[in-house]
């Protein structure tokens, strides 16, 4: 009533058998986290400085650039040369300050301390951005 299957089966169903697919390390694995991570924190960076450019965000964004080579196996990311013009700069260091947190996140369960660091410095950065600024009276 039903045909045989005649193919052998995708997926390895039996103890100790090899598939024919490439597996990666969760090392590995965390190292494109990592990038992914990195990537998305320079990215807003870029937009950052395009609204607001400041030194300190340059520096930044080399130090992110490094970083993504690095983790890429030296592939140099792709950066971005403006930001919309309707940008929000609240909104952009909020999205950064959250991107900088995944990232630390799994620089931490990594152990790579160069991008904890890096990643923690820029929760700062952002962080200190966000708070309110204390109006100083003038009387």
């Given at each position: 009533?039903?045909?045989?299957?005649?193919?052998?089966?995708?997926?390895?169903?039996?103890?100790?058998t090899?598939?024919?697919?490439?597996?990666?390390?969760?090392?590995?694995?965390?190292?494109?986290?990592?990038?992914?991570?990195?990537?998305?924190?320079?990215?807003?960076?870029?937009?950052?400085?395009?609204?607001?450019?400041?030194?300190?965000?340059?520096?930044?964004?080399?130090?992110?650039?490094?970083?993504v080579?690095?983790?890429?196996g030296?592939?140099?990311?792709?950066?971005?040369?403006s930001?919309?013009?309707?940008?929000?700069?609240?909104?952009?260091?909020?999205?950064?300050?959250?991107?900088?947190?995944?990232?630390?996140?799994?620089?931490?369960?990594?152990?790579?301390?160069?991008?904890?660091?890096?990643?923690?410095?820029?929760?700062?950065?952002?962080?200190?951005?966000?708070?309110?600024?204390?109006?100083?009276?003038?009387?």
């Amino acid at each position: 009533m039903y045909e045989p299957i005649r193919t052998k089966s995708v997926h390895s169903t039996m103890a100790g058998t090899t598939s024919d697919f490439p597996h990666r390390s969760r090392e590995e694995e965390l190292d494109i986290q990592l990038a992914g991570h990195l990537a998305a924190l320079l990215t807003a960076t870029d937009e950052l400085r395009a609204v607001a450019p400041s030194p300190g965000l340059d520096e930044a964004a080399e130090r992110l650039a490094r970083q993504v080579a690095r983790l890429r196996g030296g592939v140099t990311p792709v950066r971005m040369t403006s930001a919309p013009s309707d940008a929000d700069v609240t909104a952009l260091h909020q999205r950064a300050h959250a991107l900088a947190g995944r990232a630390l996140v799994v620089a931490a369960s990594r152990a790579d301390t160069a991008a904890a660091i890096l990643a923690a410095e820029q929760m700062d950065v952002h962080a200190a951005a966000l708070e309110p600024r204390e109006l100083a009276s003038t009387t």
